[in-house]
């Protein structure tokens, strides 16, 4: 069983950053590719980043392509997306999801293990 917890979120002004972080543990999770999603009110869950387990591979949704960055230190068992130059529709919860198939997170936007959500608020 793996648990993920969320950290990092708050209130920041557009143009602002944050870094998210997502804490991994019962069990390691460095062969596991892991995901960062978001939720914003009214609106259906949606893909943000994916790193893959040994961080060689990422991919971002266009919306948050060049702003934000997803790293992850296996020794920490620890993902993170920094968030730059936020904007307000980037307002959401954000979730890490974890998963032994890259692509599963990707394509299918779903994983094994979700952690509880962190929230982003970002005002004008």
């Known amino acids: 069983q793996v648990q993920l917890v969320e950290s990092g979120g708050g209130l920041v002004q557009a143009g602002g950053s944050l870094r998210l972080s997502c804490a991994a543990s019962?069990?390691?999770?460095?062969?596991?590719?892991m995901g960062w999603f978001r939720q914003a009110p009214g609106k259906e869950r949606e893909f943000v980043a994916i790193i893959s387990w040994g961080g060689s591979s990422t991919s971002y949704a266009d919306s948050v392509k060049g702003r934000f960055t997803i790293s992850r230190n296996n020794a920490k068992n620890t993902v993170y997306l920094q968030m730059n130059s936020l904007k307000p529709e980037d307002t959401a919860v954000y979730y890490c999801?974890?998963?032994?198939?890259?692509?599963?997170?990707?394509?299918?936007?779903?994983?094994?293990?979700w952690g509880q959500g962190t929230q982003v608020t970002v005002s004008s």
């Open positions: 019962g069990r390691i999770v460095s062969s596991y590719a």
């Open positions: 999801a974890a998963d032994r198939s890259f692509d599963r997170i990707h394509k299918n936007w779903l994983g094994d293990y």
